[in-house]
C-alpha cells in the first residue's frame, strides 16, 4: 500500500512539473506551511505526513483546466471562473483511486470551501470542514499572498498576508488556525528557508 501511495505521488508530482513549473513550486510550499501548522497543531505524525502531501497535490485537478483559462492574465468570465472552481473535484477524482489516498483527496477537495460555508465545491461550514482541508486553505492562501501570480505581479509581505488573513477569520479561514499560524510564521521567520529545504527535499521519505 505505502509503495504504490509512494509511486503514484512520483508520478502526479511529474505530471505537475511538466505541465506548469510555477504552481509546482507553489504547491511545494503549501505542502510545508501546511506540514509546520500540523506540526504547530499536535496533530500525530500520520496525520502530518498525509496533509503534507495533499499540499503536494493539491491542484494537480489543473490538468483539467483548459491552459488558456488557467495561465489567463486578464480577468476571468464568470464562465471561465466556474470552470476553474472545478479543479478540486477534478483533484478528488484523480486521487480517490489511488489505494491509501482516500483521505488526503477529501483534503484536496474541499480546500476551497470557506468556514461561513459561501465555499466549493460543496458549501460546507465550519467543523464540516476537514481539518486537513482547513490546514491547507490558510497555507494555499498565504503562498498566494505573498508570492507573484499571474492575475497579481505584486505579492504582499507576510505581515500584510497576515493582517488579511486575520481580516477574513471566522469568513474564509477557521479562526483558531489563523492565530495558531500567525504565530508559527512570526517566531520561525528567520529560519523558514532552512526549513523548508528540509521538507520538499526526498519529500517521499516523509510518507
Known sequence: MKSTL????????RVQESRFKSDCLHSQRVAFYALLLARELGLDEKYQKRVY???LLHDIGKIGIPDFILFKRGKLTAEEWEEIKRHPVFSYEILSTIPGMKEISLMVLHHHERYDGTGYPVGLTAQDIPLGARI??????FDA???ERIYRPFPLSRE???????????GQFDPLLVEVFSRLIGREETDL???EQEFTTNFYSKI
Open 136 to 141: 491547507l486553505a490558510v497555507a494555499d492562501s
Open 53 to 55: 502531501l495533499a499540499g
Open 193 to 195: 528557508s532552512l526549513y
Open 160 to 170: 500584510e498576508a497576515l493582517k488579511e488573513m486575520h481580516c477574513c477569520a471566522g
Open 145 to 147: 499572498m505573498t508570492t
Open 6 to 13: 509512494i509511486n503514484a505521488a512520483r508520478v502526479l508530482v
